[in-house]
């Protein structure tokens, strides 16, 4: 009976680090099922919903010409992941959900490709000594910056920086790539190298038009010999506390519950992951073009003192490389620096606490001559760190002449 309580009970200490860094001062540890009496073996369960009530204040009309609603709700994010440890060698990680289900997402009996669960993740890793692993798998090992590798459960702003999932849908399946993995630290120093397969599909599926710019479906159009591999590394150096390597996502917002100042650097390359065509409409010939993406960038959350105020800044600058004159959607070849920072008021830990923030990105682009501005202004009430949620959040976006302006309130809770 007393080892049943305590497989029923416990936690492990992997878990329970990577779980206390979210700053609810409720959470023990949640859902995990112990396999020893000192939790080294274990199972662990995770799971959050984010729901939004998005109000749009530009007038739109849909394809009928009907006027649209401005009020609209959507299921941000619901997800389940698990992963577990019954050697201290390796460790299996699973996580599925769905993502934006909204009116137009829905299906009348749930079956639409729109509306159904699918992976997210799925690797196993090997420990090679204490600091180093090396995995494989659908992995969220990524490269570029801390926003490409950024968690879903603990993000100070409402939601990530679009433009920073770098290759979402273009190389990779919903940010993640099939691949191998390597991450570990040296002191200070911590890493994750990778190299993947790139994805056939890709959300870019235009044609290269003859003397055009590039379009990014080099794997689909070149094949896996000259445009396959995907190479990404990311590489950051703790200058005060060390934050946790076991899993891929990087937090948003300790809320003062640790004292981090990290300067991080890394990179994206796809060889041919773009094609241009040099040729004519009539005989196309298509010509590779080398996806690049560095970028570099600093990480701060420290407390202000004892009163529970606490402090969290994040800036980065980034050059994308995405072939001659590339713009689709979100993404094109040129620069781009993004920021924000947000404060914690004082208060008591155990209560609701209140962070303001503000939000900055600018983007160039090579094709245009007309660049992307973004600003978001928001609040956050923690009611139980992470663990439960409110943020409010005006957001515009300007880009030359259009123009976009939505005000979001989003629940989070994840157990």
């Known amino acids: 009976m007393r080892k049943q309580t305590l497989i029923l009970l416990g936690l492990s200490f992997l878990s329970y680090q990577f779980m206390m860094a979210q700053g609810s001062p409720d959470y023990q540890g949640g859902l995990t099922y112990k396999f020893n009496e000192d939790g080294s073996k274990y199972l662990r369960f995770i799971s959050w919903a984010q729901v939004q009530a998005n109000y749009n204040t530009d007038e739109s009309v849909d394809s009928n010409g009907n006027e649209n609603s401005k009020l609209n709700f959507n299921l941000r994010r619901a997800r389940i992941l698990m992963y577990a440890q019954i050697n201290k060698n390796f460790l299996i990680l699973t996580h599925f959900g769905l993502n934006n289900v909204t009116s137009s997402t829905l299906s009348p009996t749930g079956k639409g490709d729109e509306s159904q669960l699918f992976f997210h993740d799925v690797w196993a890793q090997y420990s090679l000594g204490t600091d180093h692993t090396l995995g494989g798998g659908l992995h969220y090992f990524n490269g570029i910056s801390r926003l490409n590798n950024q968690s879903t459960l603990n993000m100070m702003t409402l939601d990530n920086h679009r433009q920073s999932w770098a290759t979402i849908g273009l190389s990779d399946q919903f940010a993640r790539h099939l691949g191998v993995f390597a991450k570990g630290k040296f002191g200070k120093l911590q890493y994750r190298v990778a190299i993947n397969d790139a994805a056939v599909s890709s959300l870019d599926s235009r044609v290269a038009a003859a003397g055009g710019d590039a379009v990014y479906n080099g794997r689909a159009s070149l ?3 000259d445009a396959g591999k995907t190479y990404s590394g990311y590489f950051d150096y703790h200058f005060f506390d060390s934050e946790s390597n076991v899993l891929p996502y990087k937090v948003g ?15 994206f390359l796809h060889p041919k992951g773009s094609v241009i065509n040099t040729g004519s409409l009539t005989t196309p010939e298509l010509q590779g073009e080398d996806v690049s993406i560095f970028a570099i960038d600093a990480f701060y959350d420290t407390p202000l003192s004892d009163d529970g105020s606490a402090l969290t800044a994040y800036a980065v600058f980034q050059s994308n490389n995405y072939g001659k004159n590339y713009l689709f959607s979100a993404y094109g070849t040129g620069s781009m620096f993004y920021s924000h920072v947000g404060y914690v008021f004082k208060g008591d830990k155990a209560s609701t606490r209140y962070q303001p923030y503000v939000s900055y990105g600018a983007h160039n682009y090579d094709a245009v001559s007309d660049s992307r501005g973004t600003l978001g202004v928001g ?3 923690y009611m139980s760190g992470h663990n439960s949620k ?6 515009t976006e300007t880009f030359g002449a259009i123009e976009t302006n939505i005000i979001s309130l989003q629940a989070m809770i994840y157990l």
């Open 253 to 267: 917002t300790y809320l003062g519950g640790k004292k981090i100042f990290n300067v991080g650097a890394g990179f």
């Open 390 to 395: 409110l943020t409010l959040e005006y957001k």
């Open 379 to 381: 609040i956050n009430a």
């Open 223 to 225: 094949g896996s010999k």
